[in-house]
């Protein structure tokens, strides 16, 4: 977590400078749609930096870009020009197969509808990214993320019979299974009734601040982003 100026003292702000890491660096990144008249600028030139360990939210209104610009940070998608950095890899270099790999294991997307798959049983949707790398899977790893996540006694559940909460909490597993760079997370509690959304952001904020885990959350919620470390805010497909 990073630590306040004001509590640490000046002579200690340069060797807290030092210890800072940069995660994630956007550089001018634009996304078009459409030509001409008819041209939509969803993602408007944003530049902006994350912190390794920073738990970071974007907001705005539906429409201003924002789910947009965290599928260009995961490498969902491509964008028009620019670029995004990740633990210093510029991914747009990569080509579609090198990307995908690198995305697999190094960005841990939370999508607001899950995106479970409806075969698999909610362990095997834990472990899925590392069966799609051919990793061998580390039953204590999985037996901590399943007991972190309070889903003892679910694994063999399908997604149709998990509520609402514990098919985000198997998405939440399944983005912090590979100990990625970053997470993800677009509107995730976008489903959920209040008492299920405090239980999944109190989830995230333990990965941030027990782990240090590195979190950027796309909301539109002001509660939700006040327990941020950061908050930006898009408009129009611009940071404001």
Do not use: W
């Not at 200690?12 to 660096?25: A, F, H, Q, Y």
């Not at 041209?39 to 912190?51: G, L």
Request: glycine share 8%; hydrophobic share 40%; proline share 2%.
């Amino acid at each position: 977590m990073l630590m306040s100026k004001a509590l640490i003292g000046n002579e200690n702000v340069k060797i807290v400078e030092e210890m800072k890491v940069e995660i994630v660096k956007v550089e001018h990144l634009v996304k078009t749609y459409g030509e001409g008249d008819t041209q939509v600028r969803a993602v408007d030139d944003i530049s902006f930096t994350v912190e390794k360990g920073e738990f970071l939210c974007i907001i705005g209104a539906s429409g201003s870009g924002k789910s947009t610009l965290m599928h260009l940070i995961g490498g969902v998608d491509r964008p028009t020009s620019g670029s995004v950095y990740i633990d210093g890899e510029d991914i747009f270099k990569m080509n579609d197969d090198t990307l995908a790999v690198f995305r697999r294991r190094q960005v841990g997307i939370i999508y607001q509808f899950y995106n479970l798959l409806p075969v698999l049983t909610a362990e095997e949707n834990i472990t899925l990214p590392m069966d799609l790398d051919g990793q061998k899977i580390d039953p204590d790893r999985v037996k901590e993320i399943i007991d972190q996540l309070g889903l003892e006694g679910r694994e063999e559940h399908l997604p149709n019979q998990l509520s609402g909460g514990q098919q985000q909490r198997v998405a939440i597993g399944r983005a912090l299974i590979n100990n990625p760079a970053i997470i993800l997370a677009d509107e995730l509690t976008g489903n959920l009734d209040k008492k299920a959304s405090d239980e999944i952001i109190e989830l995230l904020k333990e990965a941030n601040t027990l782990q240090g885990q590195t979190i950027i959350m796309i909301t539109h919620d002001l509660e939700i982003a006040k327990q941020a470390d950061r908050v930006l805010t898009m408009r129009d497909g611009k940071l404001i």
